[in-house]
Nanobody
């Protein structure tokens, strides 16, 4: 099983980025997907999630700025980020979770740096 994130980088505050996570080795449509992030010195936190059925959930800090989407055909999950802020700086991780049977996978992370 492999989750590979792409799209991170260095941007100026106010700019946009789009992260993608490609999945291999899992039955993509059976997995809830999510994006998490971890800033230096802080715990990993949920940014956004999308269920098997397409239901979404966002951290309050990103509501209205970030959009999560999934494409079962291509096995990709994306995170569109607009109006980026310095406090969005973190390593962003892709996650795939299946509840029955229970499986949990993480990507290796991609760094997003937002300069002020």
């Amino acid at each position: 099983v492999q989750l590979v994130e792409t799209g991170g980088g260095l941007v100026v505050a106010g700019w946009s980025l789009r992260l993608s996570c490609a999945a291999a080795g899992i039955l993509f449509s059976f997995y809830d997907r999510g994006w998490y992030r971890q800033a230096p010195g802080k715990e990993r936190e949920l940014v956004a999630s999308i269920s098997v059925g397409g239901g979404t959930n966002y951290a309050d800090s990103v509501k209205g700025r970030f959009t999560i989407s999934r494409d079962n055909a291509s096995k990709n999950v994306c995170l569109q980020m607009i109006s980026l802020k310095h406090e969005d700086t973190a390593v962003y991780y892709c996650r795939a979770e299946r509840r029955q049977p229970q499986f949990l996978y993480w990507g290796q992370g991609t760094l997003v740096t937002v300069s002020e």
